[in-house]
């Protein structure tokens, strides 16, 4: 069994995956890490080696922890990847977004796939059907744009994510709430009516933490599957250590 931790900018989400099953997620804050982690190698005990992908600041003595419990991959820049990385920086390049991509080679192979990541960021990254990576961009998810309203204005209140009743809104809350979600809406249809007019047998899969907010308001036809990282890290692990 392998045990998959992705460590967010907010949460550490942990998996436990049988060869290519998912049989079950945990989800925790930074400080209680570790007793997610002994509870899983607890009721899981027969995991012998994990992966960690991190883009937040998780305490490097927990991750000893951890590596002292099991056979622990650490997934950088440097790892092995199954796929062309065509990208210019290859070592600026999120580890969450080398996950995301080699998802789709397993689950959409030889396919020009567009991957949307819609987390605190939102990313969009492009791999062709000749399994070359080129890139794609990064713009503020939908939490972030709530909390630059509040934040860097000195009136506009700090909200929660809604769908909005109606194009205009005829209050301060509902114009915020039109103006994030829609906002983010019109920016994706357009990212993906882009793309298709230069590849138009286009995949879309859209992921992250605001999936499933976000996807029956679409017009574009996607796959959303919100464990889609997890599953790229998997695999990974599994293309690393074979």
Do not use: W
Request: aromatic letters at 10%; one cysteine or more; hydrophobic letters at 40%.
């Amino acid at each position: 069994m392998n045990l998959i931790i992705d460590v967010g900018n907010t949460l550490v989400k942990l998996a436990v995956f049988q060869e290519n099953v998912l049989f079950e997620k945990f989800t925790t804050k930074y400080d209680g890490f570790l007793n997610t982690v002994k509870e899983v190698l607890n009721k899981y005990p027969i995991i012998s080696k994990g992966i960690i992908s991190s883009v937040g600041k998780l305490n490097s003595k927990d991750v000893q922890i951890v590596e002292s419990e099991i056979d622990l991959f650490i997934l950088n820049s440097d790892t092995n990847q199954p796929y062309e990385n065509l990208y210019k920086t290859p070592k600026t390049l999120g580890v969450d977004r080398i996950a995301l991509v080699s998802a789709s080679v397993e689950k959409f192979p030889n396919a020009d796939v567009l991957i949307i990541d819609a987390g605190t960021c939102i990313t969009y990254d492009f791999i062709n059907d000749k399994n070359e990576y080129f890139g794609g961009s990064i713009s503020p998810g939908v939490r972030l744009r709530y909390h630059s309203l509040h934040n860097l204005t000195a009136n506009l209140p700090l909200l929660e994510s809604k769908l909005p009743e109606s194009l205009i809104g005829n209050t301060t809350d509902s114009s915020i709430h039109s103006g994030v979600v829609i906002g983010v809406l019109k920016e994706i249809d357009g990212v993906i009516n882009e793309y298709k007019e230069k590849y138009s047998d286009l995949t879309v899969i859209l992921t992250g933490g605001d999936a499933n907010f976000l996807s029956k308001q679409l017009k574009n036809g996607i796959f959303a599957n919100s464990n889609f990282l997890l599953e790229g890290l998997n695999f990974i692990l599994e293309y690393n250590t074979q």
